[in-house]
């Protein structure tokens, strides 16, 4: 069984600039939620997407977006890139969401995007 | 508050030493808890979770965790160290607040040092 695969692994960007990441869960899991990783924040949630509809939203800007396709699988965006936006970005997949989510993800190996 | 601590940033163990990972947490309700460990360059792997039952929880690689409801902790715990166990360890627990879609808050992360 496939795992989580993100797409691309690595990517330099410069400030200013705009970015696409893409994340395909595993077959049947119809969650779908976004994480930012650098050393001194840890892991910040970003967002959640379930059958096509935002679940939930963490504290960022609306520079960051993000949406699933019928396939599940899910694209974030961010605008104006900021050298602040460096980091690793994780995807995470699940097979349900809210009151039945046992907690358990599926985690990709990232994203890593360098802002200049 | 819905909150979970990891009061280490470090923890350094020699190999065939016995080894923990602290975390404490601070939810409404009966908490689920989880640990995940992240090796270099890789995304996060689901190591164990609480949710009810025996209060230590046995999970993969020989790791386990006891659940200690008085304390507020949920301590991953190895009997015998290895040099692979080297990675950065979470804990995480879910958000029980009506509106947040069940989704897990993190701690900050405890990297493990394991030296031959």
């Known amino acids: 069984k496939a795992g989580v695969t993100q797409t691309p692994r690595y990517l330099i960007k410069t400030r200013g600039q705009q970015v696409t990441l893409s994340c395909s869960p595993i077959?049947?899991?119809?969650?779908v939620s976004w994480y930012q990783q650098t050393p001194g924040q840890g892991l910040q949630f970003l967002f959640e997407?379930?059958?096509?509809?935002?679940?939930n939203k963490g504290n960022f800007p609306g520079r960051f977006s993000g949406r699933q396709f019928s396939n599940s699988r899910s694209e974030m965006n961010v605008s104006t890139l900021e050298l602040g936006d460096s980091a690793l970005y994780l995807c995470a997949s699940s097979k349900t969401s809210g009151d039945t989510n046992t907690g358990e993800l599926f985690f990709g190996e990232g994203s890593r995007l360098t802002v200049l | 508050a819905q909150s979970v601590a990891q009061p280490e940033d470090q923890v350094n163990v020699a190999e065939g030493n016995p080894l923990t990972v602290k975390c404490t947490y601070s939810?409404?309700?009966?908490?689920?808890l989880f640990w995940y460990v992240q090796y270099p360059n890789r995304g996060l792997q689901f190591l164990l979770k609480?949710?009810?039952?025996d209060n230590l929880v046995k999970g993969s690689y020989g790791f386990e965790a006891e659940f200690n409801k008085s304390q507020t902790s949920f301590h991953l715990k190895k009997p015998s160290a290895l040099v692979s166990d080297s990675a950065l360890y979470f804990c995480a627990v879910r958000d029980e607040r009506t509106g947040n879609n069940r989704k897990l808050i993190w701690g900050l992360g405890t990297s493990l040092a394991v030296n031959p």
């Open positions: 997407y379930f059958s096509e509809t935002q679940r």
């Open positions: 939810v409404s309700g009966n908490p689920y």
């Open positions: 077959s049947g899991h119809r969650s």
């Open positions: 609480y949710i009810t039952g």
